[in-house]
């Protein structure tokens, strides 16, 4: 596996009518479509039918982030409104979960609207009512160039993820073009989601409900739920032609000795979703770094995959390095941060299917979807607009199977 010399930014174009853009859920979640694509073939199904596709062989990883209301707005004395957007916590490797359980301050990267018209030792504020009692927040930019700033409230009964449900908005993708509804709080929301920490949702599983999930368990499917953190990165467009230039964002992920364990006996392994993949696969990327003795960190940097190593040790031996890692620390779980690139001449490891909704253009989304199932993705794409699916994060899905020439058992 080598660094393509180059791809070109319109490898990732596609034309999307604005009509096929799906503003809305569908309702029920699991009434949208499914594109199944396998070995060059394509079968068109209901979401809900998932389990009748696949068999007790398959074991499903689901990513349970929980989008936090990262949209904070404050007025100016002048009456001007300021928009603020978490991205992560400035510090790298801190356990966002942790973040959120703060309870006087905390500080993040952002995105500062109208940066440039706020003065450098204004503080901005808002009060509002929580519980029957005044809280006031305040903002501060510590860092104008980073974008840094540091949140401070007044009443410590309250936590960080408290003080962003009353004081923040459901940040919704850019190009939906619509303000966040009372509805987006539940529908842009797994049923799954447990560890705040998220800024945008991981849409492949926004079409599960309870019952599908009883009703995979019951085929004798095992199901298990890893962490990845997914920051704002992923809406970031390619702006330079040639792709391996664009500065891939960095995300939090958490796994445990569980998913470790699951991995191990897993027959065929389905990512339900991309941020899910980037989870999995970057974690035989840290069990490659052990077998060769690098820092025992998990940081999987956005191009080490395509690093020449040699001999590369198995699946298998790099799940089993990690599980003793993790014993010998004591960690249950383990903390860790990828920007890994996923793109044509990557060999996957670990993901056999991925299960993922219909992706913008010129995003490193549909970088990973070809490399996945290579230029089909382009006839893929084509078959789901003629058919009249539903695009982007609230859209229809595909289960997409890793074709067989390309499976590393």
Known sequence: MSIPEKIQKTDLLYELPESQIAKHPVTPRDSSKLLIYKEKQIEHRIFRELPEVLDSSFTLFFNNTKVIPARLFFQKETGAIVEIFLLNPIKKHLDIAQVMSENQECSWACKI????????????????????????????????????????????????????????VTPLPPYLKRSAENSDKTRYQTVYSKHEGAVAAPTA???????????????????????????????QPVQHENVIEHPMHSEQVVVSLRNIDNLLQAQKVVAIGTTSMRTLESLYWFGVKLSHDFEATFWIEKLFPYQNFG???????????????????????????????????????????????????????????????????????????KKEYRFLSFGDSSLLFLPQKTVDF
């Not at 501060?140 to 410590?156: A, G, H």
């Not at 409900?209 to 004798?220: D, H, R, V």
């Open 205 to 235: 599983g926004l079409h599960f409900t309870p019952e599908i999930l009883q009703n995979l368990e019951n085929k004798g499917i095992n199901l298990d739920y890893l962490t990845l953190h997914v920051s704002g990165g992923t809406f």
């Open 311 to 385: 001999e590369l040790p198995s699946l298998e031996k790099s799940l089993k390095l990690i599980k003793t890692y993790m014993i010998k620390k004591g960690f249950k779980k383990l903390h860790g941060s990828t920007e890994i690139m996923i793109m044509p001449t990557y060999r996957f490891r670990v993901c056999k299917a991925l299960i993922t909704n219909f992706h913008l253009p010129n995003s490193t989304l549909i970088l990973l979807v070809s490399a996945f199932i290579g230029q089909d993705w382009r006839k893929t794409y084509q078959e789901a607009l």
């Open 113 to 168: 609207g109208k940066l440039k018209r706020i003065k450098s030792d204004t503080i901005l504020k808002r009060t509002e009512i929580i519980e029957e009692k005044t809280v006031n927040l305040t903002a501060e930019v510590i860092d104008r160039e980073q974008q840094y700033v540091t949140f401070q409230w007044d009443n410590s009964a309250f936590s960080f993820a408290e003080i962003l449900e009353n004081f923040g």
